[in-house]
């Protein structure tokens, strides 16, 4: 239902934090300091009033839910809520899925499920809430799933913002978050789709690496602002992964207007910035 012609962008990157209960994505101190490190807004939108923010500006969206309930004892936006959501808003919302590792089989029936019976078109694992390394034999059978569903998969890499500042971090630990990780599971699942989310600071070099050696790997540029970007990721945008990077923000903890502003004022190449902007992500989504 999305009309590719009509759309000026494509965001890879946009979070569900409020259920249809009120209920929070994150809560208490890591909330908050997320909240600081973004100084964003402490209100969010529903998934209905991100489909209206993104109508407006000729946008669609990938939007997911993070599950890291068994590292936080924090429930999430049930991924069911967030899938009907973008279905109700098909012409703009793309739904991803947020689902925990640690739950083994029971991630690996729920990922099967979300795509065959509610339509979700990949997924979102974010390694330093969920507490795991990405290339733990743990996550393999939930990998091999998502490969067989033909879906991407989208991890979080670099520093989070979730936590910063809170004493000993909130508990949640940098380490997991390497792209090197990544690497291990692009090579032991060849015909898996993967998204480096963020610039991977301070591990820029080692996503872009995986990026160029690994097929099927891309990176997404949401959480910062373009105007921050290392200036390699930015010669490597404009040559050799052209056709690997994505236009994503983190909203809504960064605008998509902030974002595209700055964006404008990067010497990426005219025939490369729309490709940055839709065009990757239309044909890794299968929207054209």
Known sequence: MIDLDALVAIDVHTHAEIAENGAESLGGELKAAADRYFKAGRERPTVPQLAAHYRERNMAAVVFTVDAETATGHPPVPNEEVAQACADNADVLIPFAGVDPWKGRVAVRQARRLVEEHGVRGF?????????????????DLYETIAELQVPVLFHTGQTGIGAGVPGGGGVRLKYSNPLHVDDVAADFPDLTIILAHPSFPWQDEALAVATHKPRVHIDLSGWSPKYFPPQLVQYANTLLQDKVLFGSDYPLISPDRWLADFANLPIKDDVRPKILKDNAARLLNLQ
């Open 124 to 140: 979102k694992l974010h390694p330093n809430l969920q507490a795991f390394f990405p290339n733990d034999r743990m996550a393999y």
